[in-house]
């Protein structure tokens, strides 16, 4: 029964989420979700209380997604980052039309959106903690930690505003590329010795 709700309610988030990519989020109401979901308004009460519950509730799913991956990568910094931002990626386009609501954490009210942000900033230390031992061990070139880190976050969430499913690349092959592309970008150049040898 539980799967079953679960189920349902990722069906009614998708739904919301066209609405919202349609009409925007301030204009979409819940009676255009309902109908867009198959249901009636007062079915989509049941599993709502209302659009900022559903915006909540694809923010977390979302959050929760890109959070366990940065818990249980693995191996060297570079291995660990790369990892955790192709895992970024598809977060944002395996479920394309929720991933989009994702990023408009202000159309939240304050204690959802104080909420929200605790839980991305809790994610964003986690990668900010994989570029520093990065740097620690000699991976990476030294630099603003913060900086880059918010750049290369920014860069991938914005993949949800760009990519088109029906477009000449994948979500798996603009994930491989753009973390090899990002963490190459961090890489310590070799030693001189190393260069000469």
Known sequence: ????????????????????????????????IAEEAGLSPGNLYHYFSGKDEILLFCQERTLERMQAAADAARGTAAERLHGVLRAHVHSMLDELEGATAHLDVEALPAPMRAQMIERRDAYE????AIVAEGMKRGEFA???????TRAMLGALNWTARWYRPEGPQGADEI???????????????PSSAGARA
């Open 125 to 128: 230390r986690a990668v900010r």
């Open 1 to 32: 029964m539980r799967q079953r709700n679960e189920a349902r309610r990722l069906d009614i988030l998708h739904a919301a989420a066209r609405v919202f990519r349609r009409r925007g989020i301030a204009a979409a109401g819940m009676r255009e």
């Open 142 to 148: 030294r630099c603003d930690i913060s900086l880059v």
């Open 175 to 189: 994930a491989e590329t753009l973390s090899d592309y990002l963490v190459r970008g961090l890489a310590a150049a």
